[in-house]
Structures are given as C-alpha cells and as structure tokens.
C-alpha cells in the first residue's frame, strides 16, 4: 500500500485492527459487531434508529487525514508517538467504487472468525455477509474525499443506508452533495472560537467560522440532521448552556450528546478521568434540552449517549 504516512503508523493501525483499504480508507470492526452476533447486545443506533448492529460496516474515505487535531480524537495525529506527516498534503484519490468494493471484502474477512465461535449467533452472522449501512465516521474527515457524492450513491445503489459523520469544516463539501446520505451528522465539541482552538485544534484559521457556515446550512437538508457532541469533563461538558446558543441557528433534527472515551491515540491526550459517567452525560441533555425546547427520546448507558429531539419519536431507518 502507498502512502503518505511514516509505516510505523500503517502497523500501529494494523495492530489496532483497522482493515487498509486502497491508499487513504479504512474499516475497522465495531465492537456492537460482535456484541451482537456473540452476546445479543445491540449498539445505540440500532435502539435509536433501526439500524442493525450487525449489518453495520464502519469505515472511512480519509484515514490519515482531517482538518482538525481534537484532544479527545482516537485516530493517529500527526506528532503522536513523535511520528509526524503532513496531514495538507492529500493523496491521489481512489475510486469510490473500489473503496466500497474493498470495505465490503474486508467486512467479511472481519467476520471469518465468527464461524467458530462459541455462542455465535449463526443467523445473524450469515446475514451480516450482507451490511446493510454504511457509518462513513469510523475517523478523519470524510468531505476532505472529493469524491464522496459517489461513495454515498455507490452504498444507496447497494441497497444501504449511511450515516455521514463530519467536522463541519468544509460546508462547501456538504452543499455540493447532489445525493444526501440517509442521515447526517455534524460534530459540534466548543461554543465559542477560543474553545475550539483548544479543543478541535484546528489546521486552518478559518475552520471555525466554516464550522458556523455549516450549521446555517443545516436546514437546508431534507435528510434527518444530527448535532453530535464529544463532551469530556475539564474540557466541554460543563458548558451546556452555551452550547445551546450555537445550536439553534442549525436546528437539527437531533442532538446526541455522547461521552468521550478513554481509547486508541486519546489516551495520549487526555486521562481516564476525563471520560464522563452516563449520568453527567444526561445532567447534559437535560439542561440543553431544557434550554432549547427539546424532549429527551431515548438513551443509551452503555455507550453513554442520549438522544433529544422535538420529535415525539425518533424515525425508524429500517
Ligand atoms: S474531527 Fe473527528 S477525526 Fe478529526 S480530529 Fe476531530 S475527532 Fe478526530
């Protein structure tokens, strides 16, 4: 494989688990795959939305790559391990049909092993050879793939549903899709511009006010919308009021506040001490809810995640 990146990089992620697919996308089991086929348990989207655990395939088109260096982010960051790449400097882009080609091969080679394995459930793991969506956010910055309108047409046209996860950052990325995925999430982690350069540290100056573009461009979506925040405690969890004011020009379908967690390349950047409980997380809807006239939907204490709405219900994908 080709890339940009120091090789020691390329083995960390191996290590890792994250399955290479082409020079710059990747797919990487989730745990809820195997929650679900060995255990029963299923992921929050799964209670929230319909979407099966087990025929969810999490990737991404920009693996080396994104706009922003969040403290709390999981992925390998240039200057982690004091290994350092030019995170600007982009690579020649695949095919979205081949990428999807390959995330598909390597979701089944992923699933080699549940054969044998003891309380697998043989059902669920003969129709997970099948994904059915497609979570574009497994890390980095999927609009910085120019050709992401036919990774999304080129996973609908296979009959999945895809949740499209983005910074923000690139709004003009976001208004030019000619096809939308099924839903789309925006990650939102600082109120105000001196937080996210601290927090979301970014590469550009103007990240933040491309931040705002986006959440202005929010309801001009017909897909369902998704303010998604990564609250970690000393850093953003404190501030659900503010957060509030930045929410309501967007006016999301959705906001998921969701507890950081203390795994991959994070723990090189923030303690364990920093991850909150599922309460501290709902102490957080509950006031942004209050403040913003939403009603709290659903929750999921497991991966410590709520879901608000102004819908009575949220809609059921599959
Ligand atoms: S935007 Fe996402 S991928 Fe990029 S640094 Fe932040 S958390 Fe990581």
């Known amino acids: 494989m080709q ?6 990089i390329i083995q960390m992620l191996q290590r890792q688990k994250y399955h290479l697919v082409g020079s710059h996308s990747a797919v990487k089991r989730c745990r809820w795959l195997y929650n679900s086929i060995v255990q029963g348990r299923t992921c929050y989207k799964q209670k929230f939305y319909g979407i099966n655990s087990h025929q969810c395939l999490q990737m991404t088109p920009s693996v080396f790559h994104c706009t ?15 290994l350092t790449w030019d995170e600007t400097k982009l690579p020649e882009w695949d095919d979205p049909e081949d990428i999807i080609d390959g995330c598909i091969k390597e979701q089944k080679r992923i699933l080699t092993g549940y054969k044998a394995t003891p309380n697998a459930d043989q059902t669920k793991r003969l129709e997970a050879l099948t994904p059915k969506h497609a979570a574009i956010s497994l890390t980095g910055e999927p609009t910085m793939y120019p050709h992401l309108d036919g990774l999304i047409n080129g996973f609908h046209k296979r009959g999945f549903t895809t949740f499209l996860v ?9 208004s030019n899709l000619s ?10 982690s ?9 927090i979301c540290r970014p590469h550009a100056k103007s990240s933040w006010k491309k931040l705002n573009e986006t959440l202005e461009l929010l309801p001009s979506f ?5 303010i998604r925040f990564t609250l970690a405690r000393h850093l953003n969890l404190e501030y659900p009021e503010l957060f509030a004011e930045l929410v309501k020009k967007a006016n999301p379908t ?3 506040p969701k507890a950081y967690m203390h795994v991959g390349f994070s723990r090189l950047r923030l303690n364990f001490s920093n991850m909150p409980t599922h309460s501290e997380i709902k102490d957080f ?3 942004l809810a209050t403040k913003l006239g939403y009603n709290m939907l659903d929750e999921s204490p497991d991966s410590r995640v709520v879901l608000l709405s102004r819908l009575e219900k949220a809609i059921k994908l599959a």
């Open 166 to 174: 983005s910074n923000g950052t690139i709004p003009e990325a976001l």
């Open 179 to 188: 096809e939308e995925p099924t839903q789309l999430y925006i990650s939102v």
């Open 190 to 198: 600082a109120f105000a511009q001196s937080a996210f350069s601290k």
């Open 254 to 256: 959705y906001l998921e």
């Open 222 to 226: 017909k897909c369902p919308t998704v």
């Open 3 to 8: 890339s940009l990146v120091p090789d020691e």
């Open 285 to 287: 809807g509950s006031k």
């Open 68 to 82: 922003l260096g969040c403290v709390f982010c999981w992925r390998a960051q240039s200057g982690d391990n004091n």
